[in-house]
């Protein structure tokens, strides 16, 4: 899965305002393991912590503690890049 793909899922679960148990509830289904697929089992591991770092990032800016990037302000980040 791309970064920006990543990013979309993310952007997704922002909009669906989820409490913080059925948040961790998700990440958890996202990363079941499977069978034998070693390859698989890295990237559901790197979606997790993905995830969970990003929850983390939400309830420190709930806090006031950092400022998220807002979806306009990230397309922007792309076009100024020349990735759009």
């Known amino acids: ?11 997704y679960i ?3 305002s989820l409490p913080m148990k059925d948040r961790r509830w ?3 289904k ?4 499977a069978a034998d697929d070693p390859k698989t089992a890295k990237q559901k591991k790197y979606v997790k912590e993905t995830l ?7 309830e420190r800016a ?3 503690e950092v400022k998220l990037t807002t ?3 990230f397309l922007e980040e792309l ?3 020349g990735l759009l």
């Open 71 to 73: 979806a306009e302000e």
């Open 52 to 58: 969970l770092s990003a929850l983390d990032e939400v």
């Open 30 to 33: 996202l990363i079941e393991p």
């Open 79 to 81: 076009k100024s890049e």
């Open 1 to 11: 899965m791309t970064t920006f793909a990543l990013n979309n899922l993310w952007t």
């Open 26 to 28: 998700l990440a958890d």
């Open 14 to 16: 922002q909009g669906l």
């Open 62 to 64: 709930k806090r006031g």
